[in-house]
């Protein structure tokens, strides 16, 4: 059975219009007009337990309403949503029991506190056992490299510092979904790194469902094996990581080392995109000829000190996919295909 489950959701906003001026409130008063939003349109998926799957789309796409669903924030405008087989905006006492959420831009924590204290507030409202609380906090200490800030208040903490306790307290209670919305917002490279192998661990390790939104695609392609990817409120792919590369990227980059600067290169089927001296950067589309006949051709006139062959990186894949779909929207008048369906 689903962990979550979402069919034919749709969520919309409805938007009261003021007229301006003193004579304008007053109609107001006696005269409703209002404009319609659709947040979320028609949208069906599930989520099985111990999955980790990206939930992106551009801002304004719908991917905060939709968590807010699944948290019981909002209520659906049609459809249904489910989760640990319960209707959220039904079941949030109970639910919140089995839940850990972590908003990039909200914090959960006492901000003149030290962290331990808001760590202990949070054991005591979740009712977590003292065994339970030392096993998980030394878990989360550990992987989460907290010991040396632990006990400073939460305001000294730098932004990377502070997330790191986030993502902490929202584990205590062993949740067994983690909604996580812009983890990595912000955050330098190291503290990204650290905070993805600690998803994956928490992932692999504690089987937790995890719900990831991001814009920052190494999130994904480090945490994440499944992508649901919405624009516009509808759903336009649900599928592998591996599934959408396959299917959206055909390209690769050639980069070639040359002994000596050759000047400029022409050859049909590869684009030069960067050059550097003697380092050029080349695409390759494969269309029949493999990357290797057109480094011998290249060889033959040139030489070659050192080559390297690189998939194109998936942030470059779903730029593809939004251009894709924009080009496709203005031919349909605003028709969105759903391109792969199944999870894997």
Not at 199 to 222: F, P, S, Y
Not at 263 to 272: R, V
Not at 294 to 306: L, M, N
Request: glycine share 8%; net charge neutral.
């Amino acid at each position: 059975m689903s962990i979550i489950s979402v069919s034919g959701v749709t969520k919309i906003y409805r938007q009261y219009r003021r007229f301006p001026g003193i004579i304008g409130s007053v109609r107001s008063l006696f005269t409703r007009q209002y404009s319609e939003e659709i947040a979320v349109k028609d949208i069906t998926f599930s989520i099985e337990k111990g999955e980790a799957v990206g939930y992106l789309g551009p801002n304004g796409a719908g991917k905060s309403t939709m968590i807010k669903m699944m948290t019981g924030i909002l209520l659906p405008s049609a459809g249904e949503v489910r989760v640990l087989n319960e209707i959220p905006h039904k079941a949030r006492k109970n639910n919140s029991q089995h839940l850990g959420v972590v908003f990039g831009q909200r914090s959960q924590l006492w901000w003149d506190l030290p962290v331990t204290d808001s760590f202990e507030l949070h054991k005591y409202i979740y009712k977590i056992s003292d065994e339970s609380y030392r096993k998980n906090l030394g878990f989360c200490t550990e992987l989460l490299s907290l010991s040396d800030f632990i006990n400073k208040p939460v305001r000294q903490l730098s932004l990377g510092q502070r997330m790191r306790v986030e993502i902490a307290m929202a584990l205590l209670h062993e949740p067994e979904i983690l909604f996580l919305d812009e983890p990595t917002i912000g955050l330098d490279v190291m503290a990204k790194d650290q905070i993805r192998q600690f998803l994956r661990a928490v992932n692999q390790e504690k089987k937790t469902t995890i719900l990831l939104t991001t814009h920052d695609m190494k999130d994904i392609e480090e945490i994440c094996p499944r992508m649901i990817i919405v624009n516009k409120g509808s759903l336009v792919y649900d599928g592998s990581v591996a599934a959408l590369r396959s299917k959206l990227g055909d390209e690769r980059r050639v980069v070639i080392e040359f002994a000596q600067d050759p000047g400029s290169i022409e050859i049909s089927g590869l684009t030069l995109i960067k050059e550097e001296g003697s380092r050029k950067t080349f695409l390759f589309t494969r269309n029949g000829t493999t990357v290797f006949d057109y480094v011998s051709r290249i060889a033959e006139k040139y030489p070659i000190e050192d080559v390297s062959i690189e998939d194109v990186d998936i942030e470059s894949i779903i730029r593809r996919l939004y251009k894709q779909l924009a080009a496709e929207d203005e031919e349909s008048q605003g028709r969105q295909p759903i391109l792969v369906g199944g999870a894997n």
